[in-house]
């Protein structure tokens, strides 16, 4: 059985990285496997013996690297709810986008009542783990690269929902980085 960061470095190499059908045959994340490969994304992740919301605070410091382009903290114990979570993540936001760090959240539970999104939907890649992710990225930066995938028509085949879901959730917080 494969450990939480394998199964994240499998996800992005095998669904995240490859040219996606739905979305013109391009990734789902065009900088991911960039990201990858320099070794500028790090994994926390959170065990029996570790809180999440330290391994949260332990990886907006992490951000902060100039190295360092997305931390994800993953936690196996999803005992917290969906809606727990995104309260936390969005306590967090309101915190740390300030400070030019945003968070969010994926549990793996939260599309159970939505309808799927057909682009992150696959056949082909399964983790052998269960968990709960927290993204951290640099916002400005990420803010960036969202205008300029948004000018190259990335978004054009996103679901309207989706996009708000996202995008613009994430420019929701752009008042708080005055």
Known sequence: MKTITEDILDWSKNFIEKP????GN???CP??????QDNALKVLEVTKNCNLIDKIVEGTK???????DIVIVACTDIEITVEEL???IHGYNV????QDIYLMASHPYDDEEDEPVEFLETDDWEPDNDFLMVLIQNYDKLERASDMMRKKGYYDKWPLDYYDG???KRKSYRRYRL
């Open 20 to 23: 996606n059908e739905y979305l």
């Open 26 to 28: 391009v990734p789902v």
């Open 31 to 36: 900088y991911a496997a960039k990201a990858r």
């Open 62 to 68: 992490l951000i902060q690297d100039p190295k360092t």
């Open 86 to 88: 995104n309260i936390l």
């Open 95 to 98: 915190l740390f986008v300030p």
């Open 166 to 168: 996202t995008v613009n």
